[in-house]
């Protein structure tokens, strides 16, 4: 019988407050009043629910992973301990039987699988990630449609790097780190869940490791952006407004393309982020220039009068528009995956304008701060702008309030500044 932890806990709040012990690589609590179910917590802090058994196939003590604390309940980790412990009397072993599963499932299942999770452990207010639906688009367009209906025990190094080098070859470097992530995340889960004790990315290498982007538009580049953006036909009114208000705010284009209509305040000039919406899930205010409101104003209409004519040809009354940005075919707003599309799709169109070479939405952001920093804008206000996560234990407890006139104040000079670019030489 396996050395029995002396280690017990009983309620929610001693799960919460449970810490691994120094010195160890991992420390397991046994849970009262539920018979192997334990809790693992690593050196890190990473908490695991585990049952211990004895192998009804081998004879041996074993132990299963039940999930993540972070996304299991006390009481549904007891739920499934009982269930593990009801299929051992049984004779199965659930160890046992996931390995002969394995070596009959497909990718595709499995990747299915270890999507329900990461949807659930990553959901924020009952609304799915940007992350998630990231990894299941990436999965659906690049991973699948190669490793799909393949043997997850079959795929070997040689299948992976086949996916990651067809991403590689249309110059999507990222793309590929992050397909090549993405199966070494899947494989990883399934090694942890006791699915398979093979992973073959194992020693794969990112090709974009380390590789640091710094694509910053000049003052020439961001005229013909301006421009561009206006005379490229296959960009809709709503990418280019949303673009421009990338540029002025330095905004992520998902801050700004999912933008609700009542985080904005247009009469006081403020835009109220929600945390749930912010990379750094903090609630994010920003100061809007005059130049900024008269752009979300005309979008804003837009959507409306958009909205009044499809009810008018359908012959209903016009329904509340909730979107900056609306999407009328889902009933949801534009995401920000379509700017980034538009802006590869006319990648040729903007060099013919004048852009040097090519760029996405995050440069734009980039471009910004940086603008910002050559009018000798303090650091600590750019970071505020960018809603960068605070680096010291004083600035997790600044007072917000305090930086938004600065904020204002660069944000309407950067304003001002961009006018001066943009302008016709009869406008200047």
Known sequence: MPRVSSNVLATDRELRAATPQAGFARTDYRIKGAPGLQLRVSARGTKTWTFVYKSPATGKWAKVALGHFSSVELAEAKGRALDVAAEVRKGRDPIHDKAQEFLLETFASLAKRYMREHEKRNARGGRTAASTREAQRQLDQDILPTLGRMRVDAITKQHVMHVVEAISDRGSYVAADRALGLVRAIYNWACGTGRTERNPTISLKKRNAGRTRSRVLSTDEIRAFWIAVESIGSITPPLRDALRIQLLTAARISEVLEAPLDELNLAEGIWTIGALRTKSEREHTIPLSPMAVAIF????????????????????????????????????????????????????????????????????????????????????????????????????????????????????????????????????
């Open 297 to 428: 104003e005309k979008a804003i209409e837009r959507g409306r009068e958009e909205e009044r004519r499809r009810a008018s040809r359908a012959g209903r009354e016009p329904q509340i528009v909730r979107w900056v940005f609306p999407s009328f075919e889902t009933s949801r707003p534009i995401t920000g995956r379509a700017a980034t599309r538009s802006c590869v799709r006319n990648r040729a169109k903007f060099q013919r304008a004048g852009l040097k070479a090519s760029f996405n939405t995050h440069d734009l952001r980039r471009t910004a701060a940086t603008q910002l920093g050559e009018m000798h804008v303090p650091a600590e206000v750019i970071e505020r702008i960018l809603n960068h996560a605070p680096r010291t234990v004083a600035d997790k407890h600044y007072n917000r309030a305090r930086y938004l006139p600065a904020m204002r104040q660069a944000l309407s000079e950067w304003a001002g500044r961009l006018h001066f670019i943009v302008a016709t030489e009869g406008e200047k």
